[in-house]
Nanobody
Framework: DVQLQASGGGLVQAGGSLRLSCAAS????????IAWFRQAPGKEREGVSC????????NYADSVKGRFTISSDSAKNTVYLQMNSLKPEDTAVYYC?????????WGQGTQVTVSS
């Protein structure tokens, strides 16, 4: 079975940092594209960043460029999202999924709360 499990969230003050992890299993990791998404209360889920494990390329939403960095460890089948200079507007539940996302692969996500 395919699983993508997000972890690493928490409560942090504005300006702080967190690193999220996405542990993947059940598919060929090196052939995949894996993305981070987030959903804030009352808002639609949005894409944050994506990494293409075939060539290491990545892209970012404008709102996180220069602050977030996505990376991948094929030995651990894990994708990371390093989040620096966090802002209160980054508060959301963060999810990982393949890209494009598949409905059956959404996990529970991990809560990130940034206090001002």
């Amino acid at each position: 079975d395919v699983q993508l499990q997000a972890s690493g969230g928490g409560l942090v003050q504005a300006g702080g940092s967190l690193r999220l992890s996405c542990a993947a299993s059940g598919f060929t990791f090196d052939d995949s594209a894996i993305a981070w998404f987030r959903q804030a209360p009352g808002k639609e889920r949005e894409g944050v960043s994506c990494i293409y494990n075939t060539d290491g390329g990545a892209n970012y939403a404008d709102s996180v460029k220069g602050r977030f960095t996505i990376s991948s460890d094929s030995a651990k089948n894990t994708v990371y999202l390093q989040m620096n200079s966090l802002k209160p507007e980054d508060t959301a539940v963060y999810y990982c999924n393949v890209d494009p996302p598949l409905a059956s692969y959404w996990g529970q996500g991990t809560q990130v709360t940034v206090s001002s």
